[in-house]
């Protein structure tokens, strides 16, 4: 069975610094998709980034990069000049379903992240 | 990017009443929705898996007699709550996807069974 693990229940940071969430999975797939989701108090889920398993760059989108470890499975999202918008609950997530990016979902247990300013 | 809408976003009723939810994707047709239930603070926990034109497939321990799947279009979604009571109280979301776009998601619904 699939997991993904988040260690960090809670982190916080001051507004235009530079913060990373951990995230550690399990898959017996070979190609897949990897997503951070990002869910503010609003309670609407964003796809905030993706990256497939196949391709060595790490994938950025403006602030937010990842820093994906194959081997070790290991796919953390780093917010660089945190802005108080970035408060929200952050989930890094899974597909099951042959590893694409239209299966289900294996959530993590997410993160709270509060930006202080 | 995709879009999914949720309505209502929040709905307040009696208890032994049903309610229904919509799920629409307003821009790509979704072969594949996705119902969701939410505790504060919580992840998401997967209820069932709608395909277009069959039966939901729905996660152990999730009553199918209770919350009713309809799947009648590649655009549309409904989640009803069969008879409520105040432990269905939960924050409901939806997501779709298709072959080239990944899970999107609804705003979500509060219910709130009095």
């Known amino acids: 069975a699939q997991t993904v693990t988040q260690s960090q229940p809670e ?9 990373t969430l951990s995230c550690t999975y399990d898959t ?7 997503f951070w989701y990002k869910q503010p108090p609003s309670r609407q889920m964003i796809l905030v980034i993706r990256q497939e398993a196949y391709k060595q ?10 820093n994906f470890q194959k081997a070790a499975k ?44 | 990017g995709a879009v999914v809408s949720q309505h209502p976003s929040r709905v307040i009723c009696k208890s032994g009443t ?22 504060p603070k919580k992840s998401l926990m997967l209820m069932a898996t709608s395909n277009e034109g069959s039966k939901a497939t729905y996660e152990q321990g999730v009553e199918k007699d209770k919350f009713l799947i309809n799947h ?11 008879s409520a009571h105040p432990e269905d109280s939960s924050f409901y979301i939806c997501s779709a996807v298709s072959e080239y776009q990944p899970q999107h998601f609804g705003d979500g619904t509060r219910l709130s069974i009095l």
């Open chain 1, 11 to 19: 982190m916080s940071v001051q507004e235009a610094e530079t913060v």
């Open chain 1, 28 to 34: 017996s797939e070979s190609n897949y998709y990897l």
């Open chain 1, 57 to 66: 760059q790490n994938a950025t989108e403006n602030r937010f990069s990842v």
């Open chain 1, 74 to 117: 290991s796919f953390s999202l780093k917010i660089s000049d945190s802005q108080l918008g970035d408060t929200a609950m952050y989930f890094c997530a899974l597909p099951n379903a042959g590893g694409t990016s239209y299966g289900k979902l294996t959530f993590g247990q997410g993160t709270i992240l509060t930006v202080h300013p």
């Open chain 2, 18 to 39: 049903s309610v229904k939810i919509e799920c629409r994707s307003l821009d790509f047709q979704a072969t594949t929705m996705f119902w969701y239930r939410q505790f």
């Open chain 2, 72 to 82: 009648a279009s590649l655009t549309l979604s409904t989640l009803t709550v069969t």
